[in-house]
Protein backbone atom coordinates (compact mmCIF):
# COMPACT_ATOMS: atom_id res chain seq x y z
CA UNK A 1 0.00 0.00 0.00
CA UNK A 2 0.77 3.78 -0.34
CA UNK A 3 2.73 5.41 2.38
CA UNK A 4 3.81 8.80 3.09
CA UNK A 5 6.49 8.90 6.04
CA UNK A 6 7.00 12.78 7.14
CA UNK A 7 10.21 13.48 9.37
CA UNK A 8 12.04 16.76 10.53
CA UNK A 9 9.51 18.85 12.54
CA UNK A 10 10.18 20.18 15.86
CA UNK A 11 10.38 23.47 17.77
CA UNK A 12 12.49 26.42 16.65
CA UNK A 13 12.61 29.94 17.41
CA UNK A 14 11.40 32.44 14.69
CA UNK A 15 14.22 33.26 12.21
CA UNK A 16 15.29 29.84 12.60
CA UNK A 17 15.33 26.79 10.05
CA UNK A 18 13.77 23.53 9.20
CA UNK A 19 14.14 20.82 6.58
CA UNK A 20 11.23 18.71 6.52
CA UNK A 21 11.43 15.40 4.28
CA UNK A 22 8.72 13.07 3.22
CA UNK A 23 9.61 8.99 2.55
CA UNK A 24 7.19 7.59 -0.03
CA UNK A 25 6.57 4.21 -0.69
CA UNK A 26 4.11 2.03 -2.38
CA UNK A 27 3.88 4.37 -5.93
CA UNK A 28 5.65 4.76 -8.56
CA UNK A 29 6.84 8.33 -7.39
CA UNK A 30 8.27 9.81 -10.26
CA UNK A 31 4.07 9.72 -11.29
CA UNK A 32 2.81 11.37 -8.52
CA UNK A 33 2.44 15.69 -8.10
CA UNK A 34 3.70 16.10 -4.55
CA UNK A 35 2.96 19.04 -2.60
CA UNK A 36 3.18 20.10 1.23
CA UNK A 37 0.16 20.85 3.17
CA UNK A 38 0.04 22.53 6.92
CA UNK A 39 -2.90 23.17 9.49
CA UNK A 40 -2.81 25.43 12.44
CA UNK A 41 -4.92 25.17 15.32
CA UNK A 42 -8.19 26.40 14.86
CA UNK A 43 -7.73 26.84 10.93
CA UNK A 44 -8.31 24.55 7.73
CA UNK A 45 -5.56 22.95 5.58
CA UNK A 46 -3.66 25.10 3.36
CA UNK A 47 -1.04 24.34 0.68
CA UNK A 48 2.34 25.38 1.44
CA UNK A 49 4.31 23.84 -1.97
CA UNK A 50 3.71 21.57 -4.68
CA UNK A 51 6.05 20.47 -7.63
CA UNK A 52 5.45 18.55 -10.71
CA UNK A 53 6.31 15.25 -11.58
CA UNK A 54 9.76 16.22 -13.22
CA UNK A 55 10.61 18.79 -10.82
CA UNK A 56 10.36 21.55 -13.31
CA UNK A 57 7.38 23.11 -11.71
CA UNK A 58 6.87 24.20 -8.64
CA UNK A 59 3.76 26.37 -6.76
CA UNK A 60 3.93 28.37 -2.99
CA UNK A 61 1.66 29.89 -1.34
CA UNK A 62 2.33 33.86 -1.43
CA UNK A 63 3.12 33.76 2.57
CA UNK A 64 6.06 31.62 1.87
CA UNK A 65 7.49 32.58 -1.07
CA UNK A 66 11.19 33.38 -1.00
CA UNK A 67 11.67 31.44 2.22
CA UNK A 68 10.53 27.79 1.75
CA UNK A 69 11.91 25.76 -0.88
CA UNK A 70 10.07 22.35 -2.10
CA UNK A 71 12.43 19.62 -3.91
CA UNK A 72 11.74 16.08 -5.17
CA UNK A 73 14.54 13.27 -5.61
CA UNK A 74 12.53 10.60 -7.91
CA UNK A 75 15.09 8.02 -7.71
CA UNK A 76 15.20 8.12 -3.94
CA UNK A 77 11.72 8.50 -3.78
CA UNK A 78 11.14 11.82 -1.67
CA UNK A 79 10.30 14.85 -1.28
CA UNK A 80 11.90 18.08 0.99
CA UNK A 81 10.64 21.38 2.30
CA UNK A 82 13.45 23.75 3.09
CA UNK A 83 12.12 25.91 5.42
CA UNK A 84 14.26 29.30 6.02
CA UNK A 85 13.31 32.40 8.28
CA UNK A 86 10.43 30.97 10.23
CA UNK A 87 7.96 32.67 11.48
CA UNK A 88 5.35 32.00 14.53
CA UNK A 89 2.39 32.12 12.18
CA UNK A 90 4.66 29.02 9.95
CA UNK A 91 3.17 26.93 13.52
CA UNK A 92 1.14 24.24 12.43
CA UNK A 93 1.19 20.31 11.40
CA UNK A 94 2.76 19.79 8.43
CA UNK A 95 1.82 16.94 5.75
CA UNK A 96 3.21 15.61 2.41
CA UNK A 97 0.17 14.66 -0.01
CA UNK A 98 0.46 12.44 -3.01
CA UNK A 99 -1.62 13.74 -6.48
CA UNK A 100 -2.55 10.62 -8.43
CA UNK A 101 -4.19 12.32 -11.40
CA UNK A 102 -1.17 12.63 -13.53
CA UNK A 103 -1.73 16.84 -13.80
CA UNK A 104 0.78 18.42 -15.76
CA UNK A 105 1.17 21.23 -12.61
CA UNK A 106 0.06 20.97 -8.90
CA UNK A 107 -3.02 21.25 -8.21
CA UNK A 108 -3.91 23.71 -5.10
CA UNK A 109 -6.37 21.88 -3.75
CA UNK A 110 -6.67 19.13 -1.02
CA UNK A 111 -9.30 16.83 -2.70
CA UNK A 112 -6.98 16.78 -5.34
CA UNK A 113 -4.48 14.63 -3.20
CA UNK A 114 -5.52 10.64 -2.73
CA UNK A 115 -2.39 9.81 -0.38
CA UNK A 116 -1.09 11.65 2.66
CA UNK A 117 1.58 11.01 5.51
CA UNK A 118 0.48 11.39 8.88
CA UNK A 119 1.79 14.75 9.37
CA UNK A 120 4.74 16.45 11.48
CA UNK A 121 4.49 19.53 14.33
CA UNK A 122 6.67 22.42 13.17
CA UNK A 123 6.27 24.94 16.17
CA UNK A 124 7.90 28.15 15.83
CA UNK A 125 8.79 30.38 19.47
CA UNK A 126 8.75 34.22 19.48
Known amino acids: QVQLVESGGGLVQAGGSLRLSCAAS????????MAWFRQAPGKGSEIVAG????????YYTDSVKGRFTISRDNAKSTVHLEMNSLKPEDTAVYYC???????????????????WGQGTQVTVSS
Open 26 to 33: GLFFSNYV
Open 97 to 115: AADPSLPPLPATSQYKYAY
Open 51 to 58: ISRNGGDT
